[in-house]
């Protein structure tokens, strides 16, 4: 039984440590330590396997940047507040320009695996098996997502806002929990500043045409 467990563990430390490779992580920085203890995020390159705006995962369509977040030291669960102190870590570190300024303004969670129970005006009951989220809807796009999968984060950003996305575990262990931030409500089509200068003329010629019939 003690040699089982052994070779269990060393399968365990393989398998994470093949994952971390074949997601490409790098640059990490340090952003909290407790009792010897470090909580990290790096930079998750190839994130379109695992986070997709039209479910091919294929390349183009991912994220603009994403992340690992290992919160060794602090809470197991990355909120809002643990979210914007990794960021700004990050930041501060100069490998990070993306995120110079950033801040989490919003953060909406599904609560705990197997069903959503948080903030169901944004997620289904049933979201971590669809591995589909639409805030359509309601009327919002979205900048970031969150999953959660064991003690790992990963974290995925937009520069241009998202109403839809499809996701999947980015480790074996399958997603604990989900969140989106930085909401916003969807905008409106914008009418072209040309129309606004030809609809007068437009007008101004069918009042002419007009005429023209009454006189004849």
């Not at 003690?151 to 999947?168: G, I, P, Q, R």
Request: charged share 15%; net charge neutral.
């Amino acid at each position: 039984m003690k040699t089982l467990k052994i070779f269990a563990s060393v399968a365990l430390s393989l398998f994470i440590a093949s994952s971390a490779s074949a997601a490409h992580l790098s640059d990490e920085v340090i952003y909290a330590t407790k009792n010897k203890k470090e909580s990290t995020i790096q930079h998750f390159a190839g994130a379109y396997q695992y986070v997709s705006t039209d479910g091919s995962f294929s390349a183009g369509t991912g994220p603009d940047y994403a992340y690992q977040l290992n919160p060794k030291a602090t809470t197991n669960a990355v909120k809002q507040a643990e979210l914007n102190t990794a960021f700004d870590a990050a930041a501060g570190s100069g490998k990070y320009a993306e995120l110079v300024g950033y801040d989490v303004l919003d953060f909406y969670s599904t609560g705990s695996y197997p069903a959503a129970t948080e903030n169901t005006d944004f997620f289904t009951s049933d979201v971590f098996s669809t591995g589909y989220v639409n805030t359509t809807s309601l009327g919002l796009t979205f900048e970031g997502i969150m999953l959660k999968s064991g003690n790992t984060t990963f974290v995925a950003l937009f520069d241009d806002a998202v109403s839809e996305l499809y996701f999947k575990s980015f480790i074996k262990q399958g997603i604990s929990h989900i969140a989106l931030f930085n909401t916003a409500n969807i905008s409106a089509v914008p009418v072209p500043a040309a129309l606004w200068l030809f609809a007068p003329a437009l007008l101004g010629l069918v009042g002419l045409r007009r005429k023209q019939s009454t006189i004849k």
